[in-house]
């Protein structure tokens, strides 16, 4: 019997992210739908903009009391944020 050199289409599309490159893209958009699941209902529609860059989150907030309370827990997000994807891909928030 001779072996096949098939991959799954999920191996072939991480292969393909990685390669490219994208995989920071695709971070970037899962956190943006679990920004809801991290800080809760009234603190995401208090968010007016999500962007991660290197390792860097940045949070762009539309009430000053939110973004207060934000800078306070801004170790127990990242460490929050990390456990929730099971790896470190936030080192620092940066909230405006």
Excluded at 8 to 13: A, C, Q, R, S, Y
Excluded at 66 to 75: G, H, V
Excluded at 87 to 92: L, P, S, W
Aim: some cysteine; proline content about 1%.
């Amino acid at each position: 019997m001779r072996k096949s050199n098939q991959s799954t289409i999920g191996e072939l599309l991480g292969k393909f992210v990685k390669e490219n490159k994208l995989d920071s893209g695709l971070q970037e958009v899962e956190m943006i739908s679990k920004w809801k699941e991290v800080v809760g209902d009234y603190m995401a529609n208090h968010t007016s903009e999500i962007k991660i860059n290197k390792g860097i989150l940045f949070i762009q907030m539309n009430s000053p009391a939110c973004r207060e309370e934000l800078l306070y827990r801004k170790t127990q997000l990242i460490d929050e944020i990390n456990r929730l994807f099971g790896k470190k891909i936030i080192f620092e928030i940066v909230i405006r």
